[in-house]
């Protein structure tokens, strides 16, 4: 609780989205900077714990993008919040099958976690893999922008309309050192950029990701300067949603948010079609939304399987079909996770390879 006081020194309570913020990357505090949330072990798993097939469809599809792109000598791959590493060392090992491909590619990850990032490197070790903080740094092209489970951790503010005025919502800590939400009147500055967009434009609960579209500016002006575009796959929606979608994980179980601070994940529901607004404004392409078992399966995961049944006993194929139904049902990540592809507007690539 000591911990939690020093996030509220110098003001008793801050918006949502910056406590989100502290709570989830603070160097000294935040989640994700004390430990390994991924795995059985961990807080919760994610599509690259799951089946290395899902790195390889990644592969797949960057090598048809190289390819879309003429076969540049040189591209910069970059995944945004890379885990545990488990998607980087699949994309590697399944690029040894493309030599001219893997000669080309140059793979960066952009990690925010010092802990995150030294359980990267004492797993990956190629030279053809840098760490960096900041996208500023990368300065050839072309580009492409990956991103599995990206979007969701990243933090948003909260509004509410009450008989047509905006409401944000704050944290605060109470006399009793208690973590409570409350809302406050909302001031001008952010009610004119919500009207901005129609996917929230007539929400009763307004979710933004201020902080998001921040970080995400670099990467839209890296894919318009350098060419290329950005993969995202998320747990989001697109048909409209007006409730708060704000959930803790901890122990692979659900969470009070309220609780467990700084030792659980917190999250949101990604609106997808906000996002292909705010692409469309940074003047970038974006293909059509689609799930990930559409992707996966356009990509070939299930004919992956079958070749690879040719070598498993009867366990083996029932484990591996249990993983890939896992990633590919609509009851389970194949409908409730989707994917979007910004791009550059001279770049003819899509998302599904047609």
Request: charged share 30%; hydrophobic share 35%; net charge positive.
């Amino acid at each position: 609780m000591k911990k939690i006081n020093k996030l509220f020194l110098k003001k008793k309570s801050m918006p949502l989205d910056s406590f989100l913020d502290k709570v989830l990357y603070d160097r000294d505090f935040g989640y994700y900077q004390k430990k390994n949330p991924f795995g059985e072990k961990g807080d919760f798993i994610t599509a690259p714990n799951i089946s290395n097939l899902f790195g390889e469809m990644i592969t797949i599809w960057l090598v048809s993008f190289w390819e879309k792109l003429r076969k540049p000598k040189k591209i910069n791959f970059i995944e945004m919040g890379p885990g545990n590493g488990d998607l980087c060392l699949s994309i590697l090992q399944t690029l040894k099958n493309f030599p001219q491909v893997y000669k080309s590619v140059n793979i960066i990850l952009y990690e925010r976690s010092e802990t995150l990032k030294k359980i990267q490197k004492k797993r990956i070790n190629t030279q053809k893999v840098k760490w960096i903080k900041n996208l500023k740094l990368i300065k050839d092209g072309p580009v492409i922008f990956f991103g599995n489970e990206f979007l969701d951790a990243l933090p948003i503010k909260q509004f509410k309309k009450v008989n047509g005025k905006l409401f944000e919502k704050y944290v605060e800590i109470n006399k009793k050192n208690n973590v409570n939400f409350f809302f406050r009147k909302s001031i001008k500055k952010p009610i004119a950029k919500l009207k901005n967009f129609e996917a929230i434009k007539n929400n009763i609960i307004i979710e933004y990701p201020e902080h998001g579209f921040k970080e995400l500016n670099e990467v839209c002006k890296k894919i318009r300067q350098l060419n290329g575009g950005a993969l995202f796959i998320d747990y989001g929606y697109i048909k409209e949603h007006n409730f708060d979608t704000l959930q803790s994980v901890k122990k692979h179980k659900f969470n009070d948010i309220l609780q467990n601070v700084s030792e659980a994940d917190i999250t949101s529901l990604v609106n997808f079609n906000l996002y292909k607004e705010y692409f469309n404004m940074k003047n970038l392409c974006v293909d059509k939304i689609i799930s990930q078992s559409e992707f996966l399966q356009k990509l070939g995961i299930m004919e992956r399987y079958k070749i690879l049944c040719n070598k498993l006993d009867n366990n083996e194929k029932s484990n591996l079909y249990g993983r890939i139904r896992r990633l590919i049902h609509p009851k389970m990540m194949g409908e409730n996770f989707k994917v979007i592809f910004a791009k550059n507007k001279k770049c003819s690539f899509t998302i599904d390879l047609n």
